[in-house]
């Protein structure tokens, strides 16, 4: 059932961006539930189990706080984000490396940046001069490809 | 004899090969009848050597001669099963390591990202600009906030042709493929630009894509926008030297001609006619 899956997906966001912009101490089920805003009423058991599982997976961090448990996230949200831009498969060893995702481009050196300036400046001047020769399709359609502006959920 | 000449070719194909193949720049003009030449060229080798077993025992039937053939027939037997069961072990791990990684990072994007455009397209909130793709099962495009202000419209469409063109066709089950072969090769036998060099051809062919979508102008623009850009935190120092270079002087020659594409496709007919070629020779 991937409808219910990707609901509970939002729902993991939903609970992150909660705990993300919560006190350093954590909050309570209970509090997450009173903060989370998605729309539909939600019961405290499944807000409890969202916890619980990201709790499991290491995301969260929880203590006891007299009878209730307090959860906060355990990093930061600039954190993890740059966490998930990295290649999970990139400490492997050289020789076998490989891909779990693919990077529209690999880091370059300062001096392979300088000599990739030069290089632009050749396709540009070869653009000049041979607009047919590049293949460029003019395409009016400027539909956006994507909306710009963030989608707060 | 059959079987002698098979796992020679066989080891031609596998070894010598990839390093002819990739001392071989022009090759790149043509990037998708390249990767098409890598691929017979694997492909072929091992078929040659996995089809040696069979065909020594098949030459030595029936049993009525000395023992020492039946001996040869069998180690070439049992060579040729190893063989096959490397390849199968190895395609196995390969293949769960990369999907339990990408599974990992799906549920890491379920928490950072926002999904745009049915899932297709995912944006984290982040000042460095980076763009990539997670193929697989609900295989989607990740862009940063920051890639979204930066790049003007077209060099944005420019990077999203290029990874479009990565999940559209593929490209890492055929990466999947070359790094299940390259780790079933004796270690001093492979070599690692090979790998490296189907690395930058499946690079260079999405380049071709956003090229025929944008021109060469907008995508070169992003290339330089974008590679100076990544995070040093994100830097472990694995990237495969030169290939953004590589890409770059493609851009600024004129592509490849149709003769060229298809001398190359001759070249991946003759190797793949090579296992049959032995075979008829010498039965």
Known sequence: MPSARSSLGSLERSVMDVLWAGPEAGLTVREVLERIETGKDLAYTTVMTVLTRLADKGV??????GRAWRY????????????????????????????????FIEEATPAE??????ALDAVETRAAEAPKATGQTESTSSRSVVPLRRRRR | MTAILLVAVGVLLVTTAPRV??????????PRAALLLWQTTALAGTVCVIAAGPVAAISIWPLDRRGIDVAAALVALVASAQCLSLILVNGHLVGTT???????????????????RDGRLTIVE?????????????RRVVLSTATLSELPEDELDAVLAHERAHLGERHDLLLEYFTVAHRSAPRWLRS????????LLIEVLADRAARQRTGDVPLARALVRLAGSRTPEAMLGAADEAHVAARMDLLATRPASAWHAAGVYTLVVLVGLLPAGVLALTM
């Open chain 2, 126 to 138: 982040h000042h460095t600009p980076t763009a990539y793709c997670v193929p697989g099962r609900r």
């Open chain 2, 192 to 199: 690692d630009r090979a790998l490296s060099e189907v690395r």
């Open chain 2, 98 to 116: 990369l999907r339990s990684a990408r599974r990992r990072h799906r549920a890491l994007l379920r928490l950072v990202g926002d999904d745009h």
């Open chain 2, 21 to 30: 193949l990739s001392a071989l720049p022009g090759l790149r003009r043509s």
């Open chain 1, 72 to 103: 906060r996230a355990a990093q930061s949200r600039q954190q993890m984000t740059a966490e998930a831009m990295r290649d999970p498969l990139e400490s492997i060893p050289h020789e076998e490396k490989t891909s779990a995702i693919l990077h």
């Open chain 1, 113 to 118: 940046i300088a000599s990739l300036r030069a």
């Open chain 1, 60 to 65: 969260l961090e929880r203590e006891q706080d």
